[in-house]
T-cell receptor, first 115, second 116 residues
Framework: AQSVTQLDSHVSVSEGTPVLLRCNYSSSYSPSLFWYVQHPNKGLQLLLKYTSAATLVKGINGFEAEFKKSETSFHLTKPSAHMSDAAEYFCVVSDRRTGRRALTFGSGTRLQVQP | EPEVTQTPSHQVTQMGQEVILRCVPISNHLYFYWYRQILGQKVEFLVSFYNNEISEKSEIFDDQFSVERPDGSNFTLKIRSTKLEDSAMYFC??????????????FGQGTRLTVV
């Protein structure tokens, strides 16, 4: 079985300061990992994905995430937050080995950016 | 840029009524999905669809739910007799290939279903 734990339900940062959104996963073998973002009244947009290539993954809008197998983590970071980054962020896992066609979502982290 | 589109954006229905949520996946995609998010809860998988049949479904997807690809472009979710607890945001998604390989799912903007 696969699961995702997002360690913080809310994160608040000041504009221009670094962002860290934490995610730990559990997967039977070989996961694909994703970060999606949801702005108010918008759909889920893919930020970045890890699918067994480079462990440091760069995404859109300056976000990146590092896959650490030893820690079963896939934390999302950004060096400098922007007001437009305020949104809900979801860490998501799929299990490539079992061929499950479902994505498993974390509970989400709401990012607030203070001026 | 191609996108998944869902209609309507909001739907209010009376308990016991049937609703159909509509989705137009990205045109060259072969795998289609429905997820839902009850307010304050996680996004949950409902069903995946490939080659005109259900390939996987969750325990949530019981007999009151059905999916269909009635033509070459639309993908629908039908709830036969809505309950109050069906109130949620429903997301349609599509992917070019199976999520078992190096691919990603593209999501629509969601349909907010309110059952009264």
């Amino acid at each position: 079985a696969q699961s995702v734990t997002q360690l913080d339900s809310h994160v608040s940062v000041s504009e221009g300061t670094p962002v860290l959104l934490r995610c730990n996963y559990s997967s039977s073998y070989s996961p694909s990992l994703f970060w999606y973002v949801q702005h108010p009244n918008k759909g889920l947009q893919l930020l970045l994905k890890y699918t067994s290539a480079a462990t440091l993954v760069k995404g859109i809008n300056g976000f990146e995430a590092e896959f650490k197998k030893s820690e079963t983590s896939f934390h999302l970071t950004k060096p400098s937050a922007h007001m437009s980054d305020a949104a809900e962020y979801f860490c998501v896992v799929s299990d490539r080995r079992t061929g499950r066609r479902a994505l498993t979502f974390g509970s989400g982290t709401r990012l607030q950016v203070q001026p | 840029e191609p996108e998944v589109t869902q209609t309507p954006s909001h739907q209010v229905t009376q308990m016991g009524q049937e609703v159909i949520l509509r989705c137009v996946p990205i045109s060259n995609h072969l795998y289609f999905y429905w997820y839902r998010q009850i307010l304050g809860q996680k996004v949950e998988f409902l069903v995946s669809f490939y080659n005109n049949e259900i390939s996987e479904k969750s325990e949530i997807f019981d007999d009151q739910f059905s999916v269909e690809r009635p033509d070459g472009s639309n993908f629908t979710l039908k709830i036969r007799s809505t309950k109050l607890e069906d109130s949620a945001m429903y997301f349609c998604a599509s992917s070019e290939d199976s999520l078992a390989v190096n691919t990603e799912a593209f999501f629509g903007q969601g349909t907010r279903l309110t059952v009264v």
